[in-house]
């Protein structure tokens, strides 16, 4: 069974900064990793994307800039560091990965959200003003 799993949420005040770390039993460097995230009453949503193959990294528009998504393959870890922190982004923040390995699309798959499969449990971060 494929294990995917978060770490790092917490609690912040406004303005300030978490990283969150994603570690997964997958061959970390041939799958495509992202960072989505879930407010209570809204829709899954993604915030950022890595490729396996490198390409991107890709963004929601509207967190470009202040959330920095990255893969380190020889700790098999990705992370999201995320500043500037409003009560906006409190959310419950999952890990996601692709089903196949090495995509050969530009994207590497990110931006096909079908795409992610192996899910975390999702790690809490609350934002408070």
């Known amino acids: 069974q494929v294990k995917v799993v978060e770490s790092g949420g917490g609690s912040v005040q406004a303005g300030g900064s978490l990283r969150l770390s994603c570690t997964t039993s997958?061959?970390?460097?041939?799958?495509?990793m992202a960072w989505f995230r879930q407010a209570p009453g809204k829709e899954r949503e993604r915030v950022a994307c890595a490729s396996w193959s490198g390409g991107g990294p890709y963004y929601d528009d509207s967190l470009k800039g202040r959330f920095t998504i990255s893969r380190d393959n020889a700790k098999k870890t990705l992370f999201l560091q995320m500043v500037s922190l409003t009560v906006e982004d409190t959310a419950t923040y999952y890990c996601a990965a692709v089903g196949a390995r090495r995509i050969y699309s530009p994207d590497g798959g990110c931006n096909h959200v079908p795409n992610f499969i192996h899910w975390g449990q999702g790690t809490q971060v609350t934002v408070s003003s």
């Open positions: 997958l061959t970390f460097a041939d799958y495509t």
